[in-house]
């Protein structure tokens, strides 16, 4: 239950490496709130993960802009929303942008949940992967449930089965990305509805263990069942 408002944190590190998490919310740290923060130049701006057997569900991070001034020169994940195992948690109103990652895979996401949680939210977010960093190389993603996969070990029931489990991605603005504006990993039963994506590689799912309702969405790409393997049922309207 404890709440963060009306700061304004910045990462002030001698290397990226150093300043991975402006908030690390874990194990039993429960109804954690992030109200009209600002926080820039951090690798995940929020993490979140379980810890013993015990997990930080029932948070909510909302009007918050995050941000980063360079590119990160690091190989830890860069993703300002960090979420693993984590259960019930809503972002709302958020700007999220220029998160990108110049070491290793190169690979980014302006916010993922995955590791086997459940009832996760994202609704009027604006996520946009290059605003004002912009040609860097390398794969920005929008949003996800799934992101790149869990280990075992790391999800919430020891096995992950779906990554994710009745989530929600409503009424968001996906922009300026050079990879997928939203990916669905493994993530079963999830409602998409109501988002733009604008300038992105569209909205891809993979896996059979995903499914998915979408309806109502403004897809500047394509909306398309990622190999390998097939994916599960997806109602688009």
Same mark, same amino acid.
């Given at each position: ?144 449930? &799934? ?19 009745? &989530? !929600? ?32 590689? &569209? ?15 403004? !897809? ?18």
């Amino acid at each position: 239950h404890w709440t963060f408002e009306n700061l304004h944190i910045r990462g002030a590190c001698s290397t990226h490496e150093k300043c991975d998490h402006a908030f690390h919310i874990v194990g039993s740290a429960a109804h954690f709130i992030s109200r009209n923060n600002t926080i820039t130049d951090f690798n995940a701006h929020f993490k979140i993960n379980g810890m013993r057997g015990a997990f930080p569900d029932h948070g909510l991070v909302e009007s918050n802009t995050i941000s980063n001034g360079s590119v990160r020169n690091t190989h830890s994940p860069v993703t300002p929303v960090d979420l693993v195992t984590a259960s019930d948690w809503t972002f709302r109103g958020n700007i999220i942008s220029d998160f990108i990652k110049g070491s290793g895979d190169r690979i980014s996401y302006g916010a993922y949940a995955k590791g086997g949680g459940s009832g996760n939210r994202f609704m009027r977010n604006v996520i946009v992967c290059e605003d004002k960093l912009r040609g860097a190389r390398g794969q920005r993603v929008g949003l996800s449930f &799934g992101g790149g996969g869990t280990g075992k070990s790391y999800c919430r029931d020891q096995r992950c089965v779906t990554e994710q489990d009745g &989530g !929600v991605i409503e009424s968001n603005l996906i922009a300026s990305c050079s990879d997928e504006g939203i990916y669905l990993n493994r993530a079963a039963t999830t409602t998409v509805v109501h988002n733009t994506l604008v300038d992105t590689a &569209g909205l891809s799912a993979r896996w059979p263990e995903t499914s998915a309702d979408i309806h109502g969405n403004i !897809v500047d790409g394509r909306i398309a069942g990622r190999h390998p393997a097939a994916v599960g049922d997806l109602h688009l309207v």
